[in-house]
């Protein structure tokens, strides 16, 4: 391929990497007077301002030969240099590290982490031209990342990376570590790469065969793989997150429950599935994409209806790609799916929000200014996966089996996949309809746009599969969650219309004794209000805007909502049929 000429130059090194702070350096000549960067306020995969210039500290600026140019916060992300067209210009800052998930970046002796859209500005009005990242990598020390390779590694052991333009770059999470593990196999035409960082006592190869049958499937659904490598960055470390790109993913599996899992248990299941998730977004919002998203302005919220289609589909597509290859059984399956469903039935935001707004109010739901998120949040992944089920269901009844979600992605992908359109905010739908027929129209305005009640019998029937609503433990208590710290419990969330929302706690409270009985954690409030059992008034001590008060409660029995799903035993031919079609056939 002929190389382009790149025009802004990035390079990445550090000092002393237990600081945690990244230098970066950015060399461009200016196109005109007064040239201006900009620092992304958020990043595709988590749709949030995240403002990560509250990050960068030290920044300078000169010319070729040295000397200082003036530099300025013009905006809260955005930096002015004070130099004429045509100035060769060397801008310079430090990042500060120290933060690991999958769209964060981290530095410290074991490893180098990076997002880029954490940390490289963008030089304004230069976004689309080619640039080259220049990794400083420590001897013995290896990188990885979907950004190709610009020739060898150079004697200083500094390394040439290459980005077709500004987006690519900071779409491309790079880790450069000692003992990062590798496999790596064909399939579907291309490499795929699963990288290890920091997975001592874990054994990665054992994801090897079940990643090949997850990308097997997926690509044959879509007709093949749309590229020729991907890495899937896995970091062993505390907790469950991952993040989609376009030729690769980053995704940190949470130790605790990885340890000596095997296939079948928790931490096993839930590392295929985060794979499957991520990977899927290859197709779906990596290049099918809201039309919002062409491009991405990533300085302000970019509010779109679709991020149910983008998340909650791809999550139904995640779990779903895992019984339809074999490697869940079916009951694995609708066990996941059945918890999906309890999740969503006691979220007392179901009533009021419907999937579409949580979608466009994504940017909204930070907790620390969504201040009543229990009850006023639903999940766009949680409430989009259940809705993508069901409307697969009603694809394939209203079709007679002959169509279903499958037909839409595909076309989906037809229209939108390889060009730089993206989907409009009734393209989904109107996809939808091209395949169904104008007859689901209701079902969007009902489950999508609306807060009806979802028909989960009258669909999971259609494939011979019953939801039992069991009950559930209901012993009076004061419906809410607490979290202890230091020996001080305080009030996490109480439930909507439960005893201590009646009685009037807040999040935030803290909660000193129960009818006199000092409690400090969770299992001392437990112990304390079994102990208190058949009290009909309680009093409880609180102190909240640093005064005691007293509140006073009415503990009852809250039944929350827990669903199972069985195949039934006596589904016809024809559900029978339905079932396969839909979940695959049992292995
Ligand atoms: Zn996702």
């Known amino acids: 391929m002929p190389r382009k000429r790149t025009s802004v130059h990035y390079a990445l090194s550090w000092r002393e990497p237990n600081s945690h702070l990244f230098d970066v350096a950015i060399r461009f000549t200016a196109a005109r007077q007064d040239p201006e960067l900009s620092l992304p306020a958020w990043r595709p995969g988590r749709y949030l301002i995240q403002n990560y210039a509250a990050n960068v500290r030290q920044w300078e600026a000169s010319d070729s030969r040295g000397r200082v140019l003036p530099i300025q916060k013009v905006g809260k992300s955005r930096w002015r240099v004070e130099a004429a067209a045509g100035t060769k210009i060397v ?119 079940p990643a090949r049958t997850i990308v097997a499937s997926q690509a044959a659904l879509f007709g093949g793989l749309p590229l020729d490598e991907y890495r899937l960055l896995f970091h062993v470390g505390n907790v469950w997150h991952g993040v989609e790109h376009e030729d690769s993913s980053s995704i940190i599996l949470r130790r605790a429950d990885l340890l000596g899992a095997r296939p079948g248990e928790e931490g096993f299941d839930h590392t295929l599935a985060i794979t499957s998730h991520e990977l899927f977004h290859l197709w779906n919002v990596k290049r099918i994409m809201p039309q919002r998203f062409r491009p991405y302005d990533y300085s302000v919220e970019t509010p779109t209806r679709l991020l149910w289609v983008m998340e909650g589909i791809t999550s139904y597509y995640g779990e779903g790609t895992l019984v339809r290859s074999g490697l869940w059984t079916r009951e694995r399956y609708l066990r996941h799916l059945a918890r999906e ?95 169904a027929g104008d007859g689901i129209e209701p079902f969007f305005r009902k489950y999508v746009d609306g807060t009806e009640p979802l028909p989960y019998e009258e669909l999971f029937a259609t494939a011979g599969v019953e939801l039992r609503r069991l009950p559930a433990a209901a012993e009076p208590g004061l419906q809410l969650s607490v979290r202890a710290v230091s020996e001080r419990l305080f009030v996490e969330s109480v439930v909507q219309g439960g005893a201590a929302a009646r009685a009037g706690l807040l999040p935030a409270d803290e909660i000193v004794a129960l009818a006199d009985i000092r409690v400090t954690t969770q299992s001392e409030l437990k112990t ?16 909240r805007g640093g005064q005691l008060r007293t509140l006073h409660a009415e503990p009852a029995p809250y039944q929350s909502v827990e669903i199972s799903m069985v195949i039934a035993a006596d589904a016809d031919a024809g559900q029978r049929g339905r079932l396969e079609s839909w979940l695959g056939n049992p292995s």
């Open 91 to 209: 801008v310079r800052y430090r990042f500060f590290a120290g933060t690991l998930d999958a769209g964060s970046s981290f530095l410290d002796e074991r490893e180098a982490y990076f997002n880029g859209s954490n940390l490289f500005m963008m030089v304004v009005d230069r976004r689309n031209e080619p640039a080259d990242l220049l990794l400083q990598v420590p001897e013995g020390w290896d990188v990885e990342t979907q950004l190709p390779r610009a020739g060898g590694a150079a004697a200083d052991g500094s390394e040439l990376r290459l980005a077709r333009d500004y987006d690519h770059l900071i779409d491309s999470p790079t880790i450069i570590a000692p003992d990062l593990r590798t496999h790596i196999f064909e399939e579907a035409g291309a490499h795929i790469y699963l990288v290890f960082q920091n997975a001592d006592g874990i054994d990665t190869r054992q994801f090897v065969e």
């Open 341 to 435: 469903i309890s999740t969503l039935e006691s979220s007392p935001g179901r009533e009021h929000l419907s999937l579409a707004q949580a979608s466009l109010d994504s940017w909204l739901q930070e907790p620390a200014q969504m201040h009543d998120k229990a009850n006023s949040w639903i999940s766009f992944y949680n409430k989009g996966e259940i809705v993508g089920v069901l409307l697969d269901l009603q694809i394939r009844e209203m079709t007679g089996g002959r169509k279903s979600l499958d037909d839409v992605m595909q076309a989906l992908w037809k229209k939108y996949g390889s060009g730089k359109s993206g989907i409009p905010e009734d393209g989904f739908e109107a996809a939808v309809r091209r395949i």
């Open 528 to 543: 304390a209000l079994r102990g208190l059992a058949g009290t009909r008034h309680l009093d409880i001590l609180i102190a």
